[in-house]
């Protein structure tokens, strides 16, 4: 069975950064598709960042040059580290990994805020 457990969410101000973490257990997180995904109040989920199991990464025009995905196979971990946040960046950040099907995580609630 797989799981993804996310963490490292919070509240922090403008400016600041965030170092969010996918636990995945159930499979190796090199052969998953992985992504973080946000949903603020009021809005759609949107894509944030993907890698994949070749280790190429794209990202939402929103968070290009600021977010970076990233993921540890010794550790089974893919994290997304949040830099330069804006008050947009609002949101509660969910991990999703791709195989055979779709696994999301719980989310992790990312409130930025002076």
């Known amino acids: 069975q797989v799981q993804l457990v996310e963490s490292g969410g919070g509240l922090v101000q403008p400016g600041g950064s965030l170092r969010l973490s996918c636990a995945v257990s159930?499979?190796?997180?090199?052969?998953?598709?992985m992504g973080w995904y946000r949903q603020a109040p009021g809005k759609q989920r949107e894509l944030v960042a993907t890698?994949?199991?070749?280790?190429?990464?794209n990202y939402a025009d929103s968070v290009k040059g600021r977010f970076t995905i990233s993921r540890d196979n010794a550790k089974n971990t893919v994290y997304l580290e949040m830099n330069s946040l804006k008050l947009e960046d609002t949101a509660v950040y969910y991990c999703?990994?791709?195989?055979?099907?779709?696994?999301w995580g719980q989310g992790t609630q990312v409130t930025v805020s002076s």
């Open positions: 890698i994949i199991s070749g280790g190429n990464t």
């Open positions: 999703k990994g791709s195989q055979t099907g779709n696994y």
């Open positions: 159930g499979t190796s997180v090199r052969f998953l598709y």
